[in-house]
């Protein structure tokens, strides 16, 4: 079992609508969590991280996080054209700085 | 556009030689993280620096080697290089004083091909 497992997709949403990326994690341990976009040919963007139960939102974004199930989500709203990337969850364990564990990331396509 | 830099953007190496990645992280970050991308993947951890130490090594063979220097900037070398090498490698920079564990500032990678 993989220690960050996400979709591969691709995810393929109309304009306008909401993208919903999932995110499931085995080591309970885990503190924190963050999504991080990267588009084709480009390195990873930070987009938002999460550290308590719940939702957390940050303009179009809300992340939300529920360690009983070991998951964590990306919901985003009136998807762009320009949110088309690959979203990277991942997950720090024991607040371990830069040590992140990354999943395989999932492709969203926004179709106009 | 983060302020940390890699060179070569990419190169193309024969089985068994050797390579050195190199970084400059963003100013004022003294943390320097270093992950592969194999394609199609997400980064997998390679180790990180503090302070010019090892601080933290993923699941990696030993003929993964890195420094920092004292200006925080970071070498990554590879020897006896193997085919599954072929990957882009990320530097990423942070800083133990921003107060949010985890937030990485990558460059723009290096894409090594080992033919």
């Known amino acids: 079992q993989k220690e960050v497992e996400q979709n591969s997709g691709p995810l393929s949403v109309p304009e306008g609508a909401i993208a919903s990326l999932n995110c499931t994690y085995s080591?309970?341990?885990?503190?924190?969590f963050f999504w991080y976009r990267q588009y084709s040919g480009k390195s990873p963007e930070l987009i938002m991280f999460?550290?308590?139960?719940g939702d957390k939102e940050d303009g179009r974004f809300t992340a939300q996080l529920n360690k009983a199930s070991q998951y964590v989500s990306l919901l985003i709203r009136d998807s762009q054209p320009s949110d088309s990337a690959t979203y990277l969850c991942?997950?720090?364990?024991?607040?371990?700085?830069?040590?992140?564990?990354f999943g395989q990331g999932t492709e969203l396509s926004v179709k106009p | 556009e983060t302020g940390v830099t890699q060179s070569p953007t990419h190169l193309i190496k024969t089985r068994g030689q050797q390579v050195t990645l190199r970084c400059s992280s963003q100013?004022?970050?003294?943390?320097v993280s270093w992950y592969q991308q194999a394609l199609g993947q997400g980064p997998q951890f390679i180790f990180q620096?503090?302070?010019?130490?090892?601080?933290g090594r993923g699941n990696f063979p030993p003929r993964f080697s890195g420094l920092q220097f004292p200006n925080y900037s970071s070498e990554l070398n590879v020897n006896a290089l193997e085919l599954d090498d072929s990957a882009l490698y990320l530097c990423?920079?942070?800083?133990?004083?921003?107060?949010?564990?985890?937030?990485?500032?990558f460059g723009e990678g290096s894409r090594l091909t080992v033919l």
């Open positions: 991942a997950v720090n364990r024991y607040n371990q700085g830069g040590k992140l564990i």
């Open positions: 620096y503090y302070r010019e130490e090892e601080n």
């Open positions: 100013s004022g970050h003294n943390t």
């Open positions: 999460i550290y308590s139960n």
């Open positions: 990423a920079s942070s800083s133990a004083s921003t107060g949010v564990s985890g937030e990485l500032f």
């Open positions: 080591d309970r341990g885990s503190q924190s």
